[in-house]
């Protein structure tokens, strides 16, 4: 019996462990949402002092260990994934939403209805979601969800140069695999630029290569090229001059065969993902062939996607139908160091968005924010659909599910209501970085959505606004 009561003890602290790791996950997110929100300085364990408003980057680097508070932290992560963006949002309602079945608990509502009554809110606003969603949207609405996503993510200065170059990434590229963002540091955000086609962060490997190749044909190598050691140790007794240049010059024989073998595919631009040898680097130049080397694994898969090359494994695969083709390959040097340009590529798809930035703190928050951007802008042009924002998709869901809660019959009422609690803490948060009395701005939107469900906080005005009309 004893033992039985310990155990009971022992599962109550770990709910209630469970409940207040969610408490402190929406109040530590809670103020960094909406463009309004601040940031928060974080020192990692790698000494490095990142300043942040972004909710996955802030989970990430806490380093969570709690079960409770690390589930909420790989759900953020899997909305990252998923879309790029809301992972803030992800994170306090998963936060709220154990807040209030604490509520619950205290009022002895049994934890398996509570879980009933949040899977029916769940499936309740899904099927809302459909019907409050805005559907065929134009060019504008989605240069609109774009600024959106840039708000508040030290970019808004220069969201309408951001977003543009995010929206015509997005209707040229028709896939998210098809964008690449590259970075480029001592340059203003004003030169940030969309390039058809790819941008390395590689120089070209030596002087006397050349710079710039038109009509490039392009060896993806996905293998070194230079001979490989033995795996084990090997020794030889040499007697005679004779014997040490055969020994010296066999693997030279073999780097001879790979640059015969790259010269018959007919290969000018070689962009390899490992290393050059030395010979090799060589003969390239006197062959007059462009290389590049230390490539990361995405770039190469990039590239393979933009030029319609072959990532070739070895040597033995390199013949002239896995090179991949482009107009131009040339290198451009600026202050921090050189870029290379693939342009004209057979795959129109393939963009690449260039973000310039004065500093590195500068250019990571601007990547961030272009990352969130394209992932909303990109589910919204390939679902066509949208909610308005500003709280107002999260009031309309919250008025019905209590307008629902009334036909339930059980207990499951009450979690319902409480997931439609947890919904209103996002205008309310909106509201309280706003500076705005969140009180006064819950009740005006409440009314306001007797009239239509488009009613948000327009944080530019502090009033409650049509947003769709807004923009």
Same mark, same amino acid.
């Given at each position: 019996?004893?033992?039985?009561?310990?155990?009971?003890?022992?599962?109550?602290?770990? +709910?209630?462990? =469970?409940i207040?790791?969610?408490?402190?996950?929406y109040?530590?997110?809670?103020?960094?949402?909406?463009?309004?929100?601040?940031?928060?300085?974080?020192?990692?364990s790698?000494?490095?002092?990142?300043?942040?408003?972004?909710?996955?980057?802030?989970?990430?680097?806490?380093?969570?260990?709690?079960?409770?508070?690390?589930?909420?932290a790989?759900?953020?992560?899997?909305?990252?994934?998923?879309?790029?963006?809301g992972?803030?949002?992800?994170?306090?309602l998963?936060?709220?939403?154990?807040? =209030?079945?604490?509520?619950?608990i205290?009022?002895?509502?049994? !934890?398996?209805?509570?879980?009933?009554?949040?899977?029916?809110?769940?499936k309740?606003?899904?099927?809302?979601?459909e019907?409050?969603?805005i559907k065929?949207?134009?060019?504008?609405q989605?240069?609109?969800?774009?600024?959106?996503?840039?708000?508040?993510?030290?970019?808004?200065?220069?969201?309408?140069?951001?977003?543009?170059?995010?929206?015509?990434?997005?209707? +040229?590229a028709?896939?998210k695999?098809n964008?690449?963002?590259?970075r480029?540091?001592?340059?203003?955000i004003?030169e940030?630029?969309?390039i058809?086609g790819?941008?390395l962060?590689n !120089?070209?490997?030596?002087?006397?290569?050349?710079?710039k190749?038109?009509?490039a044909?392009?060896?993806?190598?996905?293998?070194?090229l230079q001979?490989?050691?033995?795996e084990?140790d090997? +020794?030889?007794?040499?007697?005679t001059?004779?014997?040490l240049?055969q020994?010296t010059?066999?693997?030279?024989?073999?780097?001879?065969?790979?640059?015969?073998?790259?010269?018959?595919?007919?290969?000018?631009?070689i962009?390899?993902?490992?290393?050059?040898?030395?010979?090799?680097?060589?003969r390239?130049?006197?062959?007059g062939?462009?290389?590049?080397?230390r490539?990361a694994?995405?770039?190469?898969?990039q590239?393979?996607l933009?030029?319609?090359?072959?990532l070739c !494994?070895?040597?033995d =695969?390199?013949n002239?139908?896995s090179?991949g083709?482009?107009?131009?390959v040339?290198?451009?040097?600026n202050?921090?160091?050189?870029?290379?340009?693939v342009?004209?590529?057979?795959?129109k798809?393939?963009?690449?968005?260039?973000?310039?930035?004065?500093?590195?703190?500068?250019?990571?928050?601007?990547?961030?924010?272009v990352?969130?951007?394209?992932?909303?802008?990109?589910?919204?042009?390939?679902?066509?659909?949208?909610? !308005?924002?500003?709280?107002?998709?999260?009031?309309a869901?919250?008025?019905?599910?209590?307008?629902?809660?009334m036909?339930?019959s059980?207990?499951?009422?009450?979690?319902?209501?409480k997931?439609?609690?947890?919904?209103?803490?996002?205008?309310?948060?909106?509201?309280d970085n706003a500076?705005?009395?969140?009180?006064?701005?819950?009740?005006?939107?409440r009314?306001?959505h007797?009239?239509?469900?488009?009613y948000g906080?327009n944080?530019?005005t502090?009033?409650?606004?049509?947003t769709?009309k807004?923009?």
């Amino acid at each position: 019996m004893e033992e039985a009561i310990n155990n009971r003890k022992q599962g109550l602290r770990a +709910q209630e462990a =469970n409940i207040q790791a969610g408490q402190l996950i929406y109040n530590l997110m809670k103020s960094t949402l909406g463009p309004k929100g601040m940031d928060k300085m974080i020192l990692n364990s790698a000494g490095k002092i990142i300043i942040t408003n972004d909710g996955v980057t802030i989970l990430n680097e806490m380093q969570i260990g709690q079960p409770a508070a690390k589930m909420i932290a790989e759900a953020a992560q899997t909305q990252e994934e998923e879309i790029g963006d809301g992972t803030t949002t992800v994170a306090m309602l998963a936060g709220k939403l154990l807040e =209030n079945a604490g509520e619950l608990i205290k009022k002895n509502v049994h !934890p398996t209805t509570i879980s009933k009554g949040y899977i029916l809110a769940m499936k309740k606003c899904k099927e809302l979601l459909e019907e409050l969603a805005i559907k065929d949207l134009s060019e504008d609405q989605l240069r609109s969800i774009s600024s959106t996503a840039l708000t508040g993510k030290g970019a808004e200065e220069h969201k309408d140069l951001l977003s543009d170059l995010v929206v015509r990434a997005v209707i +040229q590229a028709k896939e998210k695999e098809n964008v690449k963002i590259e970075r480029v540091k001592g340059k203003s955000i004003e030169e940030s630029e969309l390039i058809e086609g790819m941008v390395l962060p590689n !120089p070209v490997l030596m002087e006397g290569m050349p710079k710039k190749v038109k009509h490039a044909k392009i060896l993806l190598a996905d293998f070194d090229l230079q001979v490989k050691n033995p795996e084990m140790d090997i +020794q030889a007794q040499v007697t005679t001059p004779e014997q040490l240049r055969q020994f010296t010059n066999s693997d030279r024989d073999d780097l001879d065969l790979m640059m015969e073998k790259i010269k018959s595919s007919g290969a000018n631009v070689i962009i390899c993902q490992k290393g050059i040898d030395d010979y090799i680097q060589q003969r390239l130049v006197e062959e007059g062939i462009m290389a590049i080397r230390r490539i990361a694994k995405q770039d190469m898969d990039q590239l393979a996607l933009a030029t319609g090359g072959t990532l070739c !494994p070895s040597i033995d =695969n390199v013949n002239e139908e896995s090179l991949g083709k482009a107009e131009l390959v040339e290198e451009e040097k600026n202050k921090e160091g050189s870029l290379t340009y693939v342009r004209g590529c057979p795959n129109k798809n393939a963009v690449c968005i260039l973000l310039c930035g004065t500093t590195s703190h500068v250019l990571d928050e601007i990547r961030r924010a272009v990352t969130d951007s394209l992932g909303d802008v990109f589910d919204c042009y390939i679902d066509k659909k949208a909610v !308005p924002g500003g709280g107002a998709i999260e009031m309309a869901l919250s008025k019905r599910l209590i307008e629902y809660s009334m036909e339930l019959s059980g207990r499951e009422q009450l979690a319902v209501r409480k997931f439609a609690d947890a919904l209103e803490s996002i205008p309310e948060a909106l509201a309280d970085n706003a500076g705005l009395d969140s009180i006064n701005i819950l009740t005006e939107m409440r009314n306001q959505h007797q009239k239509s469900s488009n009613y948000g906080l327009n944080l530019f005005t502090n009033k409650i606004e049509d947003t769709l009309k807004a923009g």
